[in-house]
């Protein structure tokens, strides 16, 4: 059992090694995905703020078909007054306009622009994209969204590829180490005479 010791411990640095480079793996993927959901948000939400910044109304900017955000793929757009409360919108949610917490309009004045998952119900998730804009007649918000369920669905996908890949590795390295690196049985003092 002594000779096998030295492989063991080094298949169980292997193993750290395999969980490293899988979760790595996983991280890298989860982060795009989700970071490729605010892409067209981005730029919506850009252009609406430099559209508004002119002083056009925002009821003329925002689409006059409502979207439903629990059941849509779609992007939506929403308009908020300074103080956060909303202003036009095409996004319903349960037959009503939600409102993102205060917090997200304080962070996005700092920032400029904010992008963020918004949960306004359970398994209700938005990648949304809020831009502070500021024209001759006021100033405001505009948010951009749309559902993480198609992206979050991918997510899944590439946890269970990671996981099955990890434990395969760590199943087919287990499985040589005991082939190669079987200890060797003892031998009695009659059979090491006989040797």
């Known amino acids: 059992m002594e000779n096998f010791k030295t492989p063991l411990k080094i298949w169980i640095i292997g193993a750290a090694v395999l969980t490293l480079i899988f979760g790595s793996f996983y991280t890298i993927g989860q982060q795009i995905l989700r970071m490729d959901a605010n892409d067209p948000q981005i730029q919506v939400a ?3 703020a430099k559209v508004l910044g002119t ?3 925002p009821a003329s900017l925002v689409p006059a078909d409502s979207t439903d955000m629990a059941q849509s793929l779609s992007p939506f757009i929403m308009v908020f007054d300074e103080s956060g409360k909303s ?3 095409s996004a319903k949610l349960d037959g009503n306009a939600p409102t993102p917490p205060s917090g997200v309009f304080d962070t996005t004045k700092k920032r400029g622009e904010y992008r963020v998952t918004w949960q306004p119900k359970k398994d209700v998730r938005i990648a949304a994209v809020i831009t502070h804009y500021t024209s001759s007649s006021g100033s405001g918000y505009v948010l951009v969204g749309r559902s993480l369920k ?3 669905n991918r997510i899944n996908g590439i946890t269970l590829i990671a ?3 990890w434990l395969a590795s760590l199943s087919i390295s287990l499985l040589l180490l005991v082939i190669f690196f079987r200890p060797k049985p ?3 003092p009659e059979e090491e005479k006989k040797q």
Request: glycine letters at 12%.
């Open 55 to 57: 002083g056009i109304p």
């Open 150 to 152: 198609e992206i979050e």
């Open 46 to 48: 850009q252009d609406a």
């Open 186 to 188: 003892e031998l009695k």
């Open 87 to 89: 202003v036009a919108t």
């Open 163 to 165: 996981l099955a890949g």
